[in-house]
């Protein structure tokens, strides 16, 4: 089974590598179209700002071939953000593949949104064997509202998507990589849909 994880200018790309090969599963970091499309299951991780990210994608091209994969895709925090309609941050239109929007958090709470939350959901291939209410790893300062797409919710002074799919694409907020024997659940699970 042929794994990429997809190279551009986001960081934790080596951490979600490191990830996988505690799983035992060797993958490609690459931004090269054709080993992107050959991939069995490719994964979208991402650290950094939505606008300089976006204008990145769109001059490698990536912003069309993502979209258009029909193999399962993970994205993961940004990599989820940048899958959705719009962000906020930096008034960026992305790749559209959710129809939700990435709003910025407001009010009492702490911005970023660091540290360690449970996540609900119903049963779905992504999440099985974990049981909904398990803790996942969260560092984000910008989260997509629920929706159609969502899959799994968390609350941090509002309810947001923690986990979003739609067709051959999955993607969520938290770390899979950073979350301990849950994320590695989930990150095996998604290897083997």
Same mark, same amino acid.
């Given at each position: 089974?042929?794994?990429?994880?997809?190279?551009?200018?986001?960081?934790?790309?080596?951490?979600?590598?490191?990830?996988?090969?505690?799983?035992?599963?060797?993958?490609?970091?690459?931004?090269?179209?054709?080993?992107?499309?050959?991939?069995?299951?490719?994964? +979208?991780?991402?650290?950094?700002?939505?606008?300089?990210?976006?204008?990145?994608?769109?001059?490698?091209?990536?912003?069309?071939?993502?979209?258009?994969?029909?193999?399962?895709?993970?994205?993961?925090?940004?990599?989820?953000?940048?899958?959705?309609?719009?962000?906020?941050?930096?008034?960026?239109?992305?790749?559209?593949?959710?129809?939700?929007?990435?709003?910025?958090?407001?009010?009492?709470?702490?911005?970023?949104?660091?540290?360690?939350?449970? %996540?609900?959901?119903?049963?779905?291939?992504?999440?099985?064997?974990?049981?909904?209410?398990?803790?996942?790893? +969260?560092?984000?300062?910008?989260?997509?509202?629920?929706?159609?797409?969502?899959?799994?919710?968390?609350?941090?002074?509002?309810?947001?998507?923690?986990?979003?799919?739609?067709?051959? +694409?999955?993607?969520?907020?938290?770390?899979?990589?950073?979350?301990?024997?849950?994320?590695?659940? %989930?990150?095996?699970? +998604?290897?083997?849909?």
């Amino acid at each position: 089974m042929k794994i990429v994880v997809i190279k551009y200018n986001a960081g934790n790309i080596g951490s979600v590598a490191n990830a996988l090969e505690r799983l035992g599963v060797e993958c490609e970091v690459t931004d090269d179209p054709s080993v992107i499309r050959q991939a069995d299951k490719v994964i +979208f991780p991402g650290v950094g700002e939505a606008s300089s990210t976006m204008k990145y994608l769109k001059e490698s091209k990536l912003d069309k071939i993502i979209p258009d994969l029909k193999q399962p895709v993970l994205g993961i925090c940004l990599g989820m953000q940048l899958m959705c309609q719009w962000s906020e941050e930096g008034n960026t239109q992305a790749m559209g593949i959710f129809p939700q929007k990435v709003e910025l958090f407001r009010g009492s709470v702490k911005v970023p949104h660091m540290g360690w939350n449970s %996540i609900s959901f119903n049963q779905d291939s992504l999440f099985k064997g974990i049981e909904s209410g398990s803790y996942v790893y +969260f560092v984000h300062s910008y989260f997509v509202e629920t929706g159609e797409s969502t899959l799994a919710s968390c609350d941090y002074g509002v309810r947001f998507s923690a986990a979003l799919h739609r067709d051959n +694409f999955y993607a969520v907020q938290f770390h899979p990589e950073k979350s301990g024997e849950i994320g590695q659940y %989930i990150l095996k699970n +998604f290897i083997e849909l």
